[in-house]
Each structure stands twice: as structure tokens, then as C-alpha cells.
């Protein structure tokens, strides 16, 4: 086994946590995976530094992601069938459930930009510069986009209002 095939199986959980959290759903998250696995092997020539796979393959994972998106955008709507017969019960430790689902509705309350800097740097422990790699963007944006996106996160876990903002001081 080559070095880059160990080390595109070890970064395989990372996609698959960043996966989840792009799709918000495991089987179109497994999809993505694989579709991003099958585009690093056929591009494999395309990567230069050893040391930046990870960024390197998250960010063909949000290239793939974006694609499906617009892609999605053109077809109809369709609905899952889970959604249309809900179970009758739910088993226990809904208290998880719940905390998860706050916290879930707490990110999404966020601008997309925000949360999904905060999930690569949080979630996957990305350095800044990585992240900036791969978004695409100057290392100051993201920085900013990542202050901004925990201060409204703490405010809306707190039950506080997340629009409510600090009120400005002017200094002469």
C-alpha cells in the first residue's frame, strides 16, 4: 500500500464527520465521501504537499458537495419516505436527542459561511491557514467569519437573542 492510499484511509472519518455535517444526511454523506475518495485517486497528481492532504481533500469534498447542490437545485423536490411514515415512538435517551438538536438548530440559525468555518475548525481542528485554503479565502476573513459565528452561537445557546448585537462606542 502506498503512502497516499494510508493516508487518504486515515483522513476517511474526518470526511466522513465533515460529510455529515455538509449533507445532513448519512446516506448522501457516505455518497460524498466516496465521489470525493474517487476524484482524489484520479487526481492524486494534482497534490503537491505532503503535509496539506487533509485540506486538500476537504476541500474536493466541498467542491463535490457544491456540485450536487446546484445540481439538486434543477430537479424537483422529492421527500424521503421516513418523513412521510414517522415511527410511532422514539427509544430511549431522548434527553440527547434534544441537547443534539439544539445545538443543531443553534449552528443552522448561523450564516452559512460562519458555520461552516466554525465546523472545520472546531469539529475537524483544521489550523486557520488550512481553512483558508480550503474555502478560498484570506486567513483574516475566516478568523473573522469564526469570532463572529461563536459569538452568535453562545448567544443562541444562552437563550439570548442572536441578532442582538453590542452596541458600537464612539471614541474621539
Same mark, same amino acid.
Given at each position: 500500500?502506498?503512502?497516499?492510499?494510508? @493516508?487518504?484511509?486515515?483522513?476517511?472519518?474526518?470526511?466522513? @464527520?465533515?460529510? @455529515?455535517?455538509?449533507?445532513?444526511?448519512?446516506?448522501?454523506?457516505?455518497?460524498?465521501?466516496?465521489?470525493?475518495?474517487?476524484?482524489?485517486?484520479?487526481?492524486?497528481?494534482?497534490?503537491?504537499?505532503?503535509?496539506?492532504?487533509?485540506?486538500?481533500?476537504?476541500?474536493?469534498?466541498?467542491?463535490?458537495? %457544491?456540485? *450536487?447542490?446546484?445540481?439538486?437545485?434543477? @430537479?424537483?423536490?422529492?421527500?424521503?419516505?421516513? *418523513?412521510?411514515?414517522?415511527?410511532?415512538?422514539?427509544?430511549?435517551?431522548?434527553?440527547?436527542?434534544?441537547?443534539?438538536?439544539?445545538?443543531?438548530?443553534? %449552528?443552522?440559525? %448561523?450564516?452559512?459561511? *460562519?458555520?461552516?468555518?466554525?465546523?472545520?475548525?472546531?469539529?475537524?481542528?483544521?489550523?486557520?491557514?488550512?481553512?483558508?485554503?480550503?474555502?478560498?479565502?484570506?486567513?483574516?476573513?475566516?478568523?473573522?467569519? %469564526?469570532?463572529?459565528?461563536?459569538?452568535?452561537?453562545?448567544?443562541?445557546?444562552?437563550?439570548?437573542?442572536?441578532?442582538?448585537?453590542?452596541?458600537?462606542?464612539?471614541?474621539?
Amino acid at each position: 500500500m502506498s503512502d497516499f492510499s494510508r @493516508r487518504l484511509q486515515e483522513e476517511i472519518p474526518a470526511l466522513r @464527520r465533515y460529510a @455529515r455535517f455538509l449533507a445532513r444526511d448519512a446516506d448522501w454523506a457516505d455518497d460524498l465521501v466516496q465521489d470525493s475518495l474517487e476524484r482524489a485517486i484520479a487526481k492524486r497528481r494534482l497534490w503537491h504537499k505532503p503535509e496539506s492532504l487533509r485540506p486538500w481533500l476537504f476541500a474536493l469534498l466541498r467542491n463535490v458537495h %457544491l456540485n *450536487q447542490v446546484r445540481r439538486q437545485a434543477r @430537479r424537483p423536490a422529492e421527500v424521503p419516505l421516513d *418523513q412521510m411514515f414517522p415511527q410511532a415512538g422514539r427509544s430511549e435517551g431522548q434527553t440527547n436527542t434534544v441537547m443534539v438538536g439544539q445545538i443543531m438548530a443553534a %449552528l443552522d440559525s %448561523l450564516e452559512a459561511e *460562519q458555520r461552516e468555518i466554525l465546523v472545520l475548525v472546531a469539529v475537524e481542528g483544521l489550523h486557520y491557514k488550512e481553512v483558508a485554503m480550503v474555502l478560498g479565502l484570506p486567513m483574516g476573513t475566516v478568523m473573522s467569519r %469564526l469570532s463572529r459565528g461563536r459569538e452568535r452561537l453562545r448567544r443562541t445557546l444562552a437563550g439570548e437573542s442572536p441578532t442582538t448585537t453590542a452596541t458600537l462606542r464612539r471614541i474621539k
